[in-house]
């Protein structure tokens, strides 16, 4: 799993929380909200989560853990360089037929 620079989570975090507060204070402006939208979908994106609020959620976590933590926290197991080191799956090219 690949997980953005820290930098640019902070970054994209402050952005979403800052249209959170101006969407929050002007429920009915229409392109504070849309703009407030564009920030969590970014940060979906960025964390790899569907729901805005839980992208918000999992960058907060991100940036306060180590990464080792913060994979386990997610159900991931961190790659070791034992196993980025491996060659490629073995293929059984076989036809299906023959069998």
Known sequence: MLLPAKAEVARQLR??????RMMLASPSDR????????SGYT???LMGKR?????ADAAERYLRSTLVAYLQEEGERP???A???RGPP???RRSPAGR
């Open 15 to 20: 952005r979403y929380r800052a249209w959170e």
């Open 31 to 38: 392109r504070l909200r849309a703009t407030f939208e564009d």
């Open 43 to 45: 940060l979906c994106v």
């Open 51 to 55: 729901c805005a609020r839980e992208a």
């Open 79 to 81: 790659r070791t360089r």
């Open 83 to 85: 196993l980025a080191r």
């Open 90 to 92: 073995v293929v059984d």
